[in-house]
């Protein structure tokens, strides 16, 4: 079977699967600083002192090459994949809408699970409680979908120059002359997080390197503000899972271009990605990492060359997805387990960093961190192929399938799939 059957073969489209791979390990290297220090640092750098020069340059390539871009291209797969699922729903007769909830529902039962239990930066709820709005906008014309989905993006973005106008506002009548205590407590309710005082450090420190118990504890306890701060995401998800729909029906995410179009937005959207978050490192950099600054650069001012990053990478991995040689098949192999590297990704950082584990959280600068993300995406592109070559589904998407469909699936592959 040629590349280009299976990409369009009812059963798998490898261009989405070899996509939503690379977008999985490339999430590990920003959310790494999730799992092993005080969120603070996940957006300021400089949130216990100015970064050490290994930590900076990490930071630097992350802003330029990876951060937003390949949460970007996750949210656009779960859209292509959300409607590819229910399309096929309906061809086989099934109700769409009734396939559709009921995989939104385990989501969000799994995702709230996954965020209380063990990791506080899931963002499965975020995809379950956006999927369900997403379904009614699937019968859109492509057009129509694109449209929806940039319309989606320009609110994020006059969203977040808001919040960040709002916050220097805050920032400069906190800290004027006779402040009243109401701008005061303003700043400390909405900026002080990201420039946390040592207390706060201790305290954060001494519950992540504390017993499970402690841990969950601490995250049921903040989950419904956690569940808040992502929801202002939710907008931005929306048109994202839109644009991954148009995407799917134009045939731009199944390989079905020329290869000169695809060319073409390489060409195009990675420089104009690459200048545009080269500019905001710089004035990032310049301002010591000002918050209200790097919150509206990132969030808002970014928007537009994040989604041209986003979809020159697409165009270039579906270029080398053209041929199917062993690196590329690793890589669709943990797309298709991607909801099982995911979650394993959890397991295997949140045991490294965590008290219930060996306890590093905290004790290591960004640098430090980031050097164990090889090591994690060594271990997706192990043990990923090997195991659907043998079984049907990854172990968390086999869960999730037989959850939803209320009976369990079958999982072993028989001889002819498994030789196929």
């Not at 949460?71 to 229910?86: E, K, P, Y």
């Not at 959207?269 to 690459?274: D, K, R, S």
């Not at 399938?401 to 699936?409: I, N």
Request: charge should be positive.
């Amino acid at each position: 079977m040629t590349t280009e059957t299976i990409a369009r073969s009812d059963r798998r489209i490898v261009t989405l699967d070899v996509i939503r791979g690379v977008a999985v390990m490339g999430i590990l290297s920003v959310n790494i600083v999730d799992f092993s220090m005080m969120q603070a640092a996940y957006l300021n750098p400089a949130a216990f002192g100015w970064p050490d020069p290994a930590s900076l340059a990490v930071w630097i390539a992350n802003m330029l090459f990876v951060d937003g871009k390949f949460r970007t291209l996750f949210s656009v797969l779960f859209g292509a994949s959300m409607l590819l699922i229910i399309d096929r729903a309906e061809r086989r007769g099934e109700s769409g809408w009734t396939v559709h909830w009921r995989r939104m529902a385990v989501l969000l039962v799994i995702g709230a699970a996954h965020a209380i239990l063990l990791w506080r930066g899931d963002i499965l709820t975020l995809y379950a409680i956006t999927g369900l709005i997403a379904f009614p906008f699937r019968k859109l014309a492509t057009e129509k979908l694109v449209a929806a989905g940039l319309s989606f993006s320009l609110f994020n973005l006059i969203l977040f120059a808001a919040i960040g106008v709002t916050l220097l506002r805050q920032d400069v009548q906190a800290h004027a002359a006779n402040a009243d205590p109401l701008d005061r407590l303003n700043w400390e309710l909405n900026l002080s997080s990201f420039y946390p005082p040592a207390d706060d450090v201790a305290e954060d420190r001494a519950v992540y390197g504390g017993p499970w118990t402690g841990i969950v504890k601490h995250q049921a306890g903040e989950a419904t503000d956690v569940l808040t701060n992502d929801l202002l995401l939710l907008p931005d998800t929306l048109g994202l899972m839109l644009l991954g729909m148009a995407g799917l029906r134009s045939g731009f995410l199944t390989g079905a271009w020329d290869d000169r179009d695809y060319w073409r937005i390489v060409r195009l959207g990675i420089p104009i990605g690459l200048a545009g978050f080269g500019a905001l490192v710089i004035v990032d950099i310049a301002s010591r990492f000002y918050m209200p600054t790097l919150l509206t650069g990132f969030e808002s001012l970014m928007v537009p060359f994040r989604l041209a990053m986003a979809s020159g990478y697409a165009a270039l991995l579906i270029l080398l997805s053209r041929n199917m040689g062993w690196i590329v098949q690793r890589f669709a192999a943990v797309g298709r387990a991607a909801f099982s590297n995911y979650l394993g990704t959890s397991f295997v950082c949140t045991f490294i960093f965590y008290g219930w584990g060996l306890g590093w959280y905290g004790k290591l600068t960004r640098a430090e961190a980031w050097l164990v993300v090889p090591f994690v995406w060594l271990l997706m592109l192990l043990w990923s192929k090997p195991w659907l070559d043998r079984f049907r589904y990854g172990p968390f998407e086999w869960l999730w399938r037989s959850l939803a469909r209320l009976e369990f699936q079958p999982m072993r592959k028989s001889g002819r799939e498994a030789a196929a």
